[in-house]
């Protein structure tokens, strides 16, 4: 890799526009999330491959139980797949599989895939793909908050240090980069606590138009920025 090329740490993909690609190419919205799973592997595995450590994707927030019931059927159908089928893909690629988010509302089939995926992967060190399913931020902190509740800390021992220790997956560090793709420019409550200081790069491409070739253009982009973090 060029000597230029700054890699950072932790990337976080907000995986937008697979039933706006759907909708384009005439096809139902269930075709546009079955071409997103098929990004999600290609380019996660491409992002880790390139010396990212952790990369995360947004694929099914707090919110998206508001669709319809046969679309979250679909959505976790894919989801069971990648928690179950791709488990070898992530084995041959060295790659721990990791799942944060509330268990809340989730099948009994979702959480065993979930818990035997993870203890599968656990032993893998080229890198963390980590899934937040049933994830919102705002819901992350606030479960951290309880945590420290009721662990009986006092007012005066809250601090950004204990939030971020009681934060789901705290050993995972902030987010360096985070990139969303169908020319939307918000996080959607996507991680708000690890955001604090994150680069954003907003791609006009929907999701399932992602390629292994976004992923050295992503790179090149973020080590052309020049970070702050406010000193």
Same mark, same amino acid.
């Given at each position: 890799?060029?000597?230029?090329?700054?890699?950072?740490?932790?990337?976080?993909?907000?995986?937008?526009?697979?039933?706006?690609?759907?909708?384009?190419?005439?096809?139902?919205?269930?075709?546009?999330?079955?071409?997103?799973?098929?990004?999600?592997?290609?380019?996660?595995?491409?992002?880790?491959?390139?010396?990212?450590?952790?990369?995360?994707?947004?694929?099914?927030?707090?919110?998206?139980?508001?669709?319809?019931?046969?679309?979250?059927?679909?959505?976790? @159908?894919? $989801? /069971?797949?990648? !928690?179950?089928?791709?488990?070898?893909?992530? %084995?041959?690629?060295? +790659?721990?599989?990791? &799942?944060?988010?509330?268990?809340?509302?989730?099948?009994?089939?979702?959480?065993?895939?979930?818990?035997?995926?993870?203890?599968?992967?656990?032993?893998?060190?080229? @890198?963390? $793909? /980590?899934?937040? !399913?049933?994830?919102?931020?705002?819901?992350? %902190?606030?479960?951290? +908050?309880?945590?420290? &509740?009721?662990?009986?800390?006092?007012?005066?021992?809250?601090?950004?240090?204990?939030?971020?220790?009681?934060?789901?997956?705290?050993?995972?560090?902030?987010?360096?980069?985070?990139?969303?793709?169908?020319?939307?420019?918000?996080?959607?409550?996507?991680?708000?606590?690890?955001?604090?200081?994150?680069?954003?790069?907003?791609?006009?491409?929907?999701?399932?138009?992602?390629?292994?070739?976004?992923?050295?253009?992503?790179?090149?982009?973020?080590?052309?920025?020049?970070?702050?973090?406010?000193?």
């Amino acid at each position: 890799m060029d000597d230029e090329i700054k890699v950072p740490q932790h990337i976080g993909f907000i995986v937008d526009g697979n039933r706006r690609w759907a909708k384009q190419h005439g096809l139902p919205a269930y075709e546009g999330h079955l071409a997103g799973y098929n990004a999600i592997k290609d380019v996660l595995l491409e992002t880790l491959r390139q010396g990212v450590t952790y990369a995360s994707a947004y694929v099914f927030s707090t919110e998206n139980w508001k669709r319809s019931e046969e679309e979250v059927g679909y959505l976790m @159908g894919l $989801l /069971l797949k990648i !928690l179950e089928s791709d488990v070898p893909v992530f %084995i041959e690629h060295n +790659v721990r599989l990791r &799942v944060i988010g509330t268990h809340e509302g989730l099948s009994g089939a979702i959480l065993g895939a979930i818990e035997r995926a993870e203890a599968q992967t656990a032993d893998l060190d080229g @890198g963390e $793909l /980590l899934l937040c !399913l049933n994830y919102g931020g705002q819901l992350e %902190i606030a479960d951290a +908050v309880k945590k420290i &509740v009721q662990s009986g800390a006092s007012a005066e021992d809250i601090t950004p240090e204990l939030i971020s220790r009681n934060i789901y997956a705290p050993e995972v560090p902030p987010c360096d980069l985070i990139v969303r793709t169908s020319g939307e420019q918000r996080l959607s409550n996507f991680m708000l606590w690890r955001a604090a200081y994150s680069e954003l790069i907003f791609i006009e491409k929907n999701w399932p138009d992602m390629t292994k070739e976004d992923v050295s253009a992503i790179l090149k982009e973020y080590s052309s920025r020049q970070r702050r973090f406010g000193g």
